[in-house]
């Protein structure tokens, strides 16, 4: 029921954005102050790499005018160090411990959790989102309020970074069409992603900031914000329009033995930049300690409405107006390692500059004099305080009755992450006392030794890496990624049985891991072992087939192989039932169907096959083997013309599907169309001949000849 807060409406009117006034005929309440709310979050922003945070590369024009014409906080902190949560403490105003969503994979934004957009849009605010990465996806509950969410990432068959994001400039271009014509008061959050690892800046950036990239990556995105920033002018929306302007965590680059973000949380994975903006605001630098989880209470009192009760954080407005803040604790955690890997947890809080950080390995420090935190100061008696105060911080808190932020993630979601440098498994240690060995610190060390390998290999160099590896198991035995990285090394040199055999005592060391298992059992199907595949779903549960499509696709596909169409189609049907827009499943599903209804000439199968193709091919036109497949069922109804106009689709996205072009020849051959079919034949000789056994070349010799008589 947390949805409720200040108005007296049931759950379910909530639910449907509809407020208790509304219902019985009264107005739509009204903010006092009619400001239109822009929030821009950069993803993955350092603070010191804005020119108007003192950085000196690069510089940021753009967004110095922003912090020009408002208040700049200078430290500002993010409660979390990975993107979901972090925009969830945005968006919602409480920090993990309330809302429940902890780290990027295994949890999704309750439903029955008020956002700041549903909040703004009971108020009459037209609402809309656009967002530049796979992480904030609608699937993981953040566009709850919006009207329009614009997270339109296509879903392929294949899973590459340009399926994952979108850049600045495309996101902005669609925030921009929306804005036109638009009328107050309006909410708009645009998120960009490009600083975010692959550091890719697009040129000149990419030559001018060549040996630093990220730096480059900042550089491009305050350019594409300048058109934001150009129309605000050119509409005076300047003077009609709060504006909010931050990051939601940092990157480390090396520092404190991190490249990138998500396992520790020192300042520079958490240390942000946030410039707010209004009209008549005097400004200005504010050295306050504030933190994300202010910024819903400060939209509520910058507008003059009503904050929701369960908020966690404090309004900054007062701020804005020259005036102190309360010192209050800022409470910050880093779980991904936690919950990916059963690594320690890592948490903490800042009070009067001082930082604690609570780990095996406990840290404090200084933020006054030591910003950096490289001078440790805990000391034992003072840990024991600290780890009761954080006690009462986090119990405060957490709500009575906890929230469920339900882990259930599909593949594609997984596949995506992971390529975007979020690689989890999902086992989530119940380990109640953790020890130093447990600790990010003593851990995170073994993680880089393990991308160290992966580089060797990379640079030709695979025995190196490979001992590097057998090292690192030596010592620990739970480091998921050692295993995984071995296989693909012995996989990439034709070393398929060894590379199974680690995956192997992987699993014997890690037994629920989710990342071994899925590749053992794609490399299982790769080999063709599957009957192995099928007793090793049998035998080895993991948690993730409850909602996990790609377990059921690789059941499906060992089933389909040997020949076992109904327990394919029962595999592949489990797989959809947990996500219908793969095109791969559906795809799959299609072909045992087909093969089923031939094979038992049931009408009813071989007609769902051309259901299934068909949705294959919506979900992605340039997925070549549904075209193929839908071809075959054409071919077998008697639909000739269908069949052929199927294969040619087939060519036309990927000119190198050997099976397509075979089969259009066979059709026009067998239509009587010799010419066209002795052109193609011999260019399927061409390409494919040497790749041929002497059956299958004498099978096609004599059907050249045939073509020709």
Known sequence: MRKICFYPLILS???????SSALLGDPIPKAKNKLNVLLITIDTLRADRLSCYGSQHPETPNIDDLAERGVLFSRAFANTSTTLPSHANILLGTTPNYHGVHENLNFIVSAELLTLAEHLKNYGYATGAFVGAYPLDSRFGLSQGFEIYDDDY??????????LERNAEAVIKGALEWLEGRRSPWFLWIHCWDPHIPYEPPEPFKTQYKEHLYEGEV????LALGKLLDLLKENSLFDSTLIIFTGDHGESLGEHGEKTHGFFAYNSSTWIPLIISQPATVSGSVGHYVSHIDIFPTVCDVLGIEKPSFLQGISLHPA????KLPERPIYFESLYPCYSRGWAPLRGFILDKKKFISSPIPELYDLDHDFDELNNLAEQEKITELSSQLKKIMDDLTPAEKIDAAPKVDREAREKLASLGYISSVQFSQKKNFGIQDDVKILLPYINKTEEAWELHKEGKPEAGIKLLKEIIQERKNIDLAYKILAFIYRDKGNTKEAIVILEQGLKALPSNYEIFIEYMQLLTSDQQYDKVISSFEKIWIREAEYDPAIWNNLGVAYFKKGNFEEAIKAYKMGLSLDDKLPKLNNNLANAYLSSGLQSKNSSFFSRSFEYFKKAIELDPEYAAPYYGLGHAYSQAGNREGAIYCWK??????????????ALAMAY??????????DILSNYKKQYY????????????????????
């Not at 296509?154 to 399926?163: F, I, P």
């Open 13 to 19: 009117y909530l639910i449907l954005g509809v407020s």
């Open 154 to 163: 296509s879903r392929t068959h294949t899973v590459t970074l340009s399926n």
């Open 219 to 222: 550089a491009y995105v305050d």
């Open 320 to 323: 804005l107006q020259g005036m």
């Open 649 to 662: 689709k087939a060519l036309e996205v990927d000119s190198n599907f050997r099976k397509a072009l075979f």
């Open 669 to 678: 051959l067998n239509t009587g169309e010799k010419a066209k079919a002795f």
């Open 690 to 709: 040497h790749l041929m056994s002497p059956v299958e070349r004498e099978k096609l010799d004599a059907l050249l000849e045939k073509s020709q008589k």
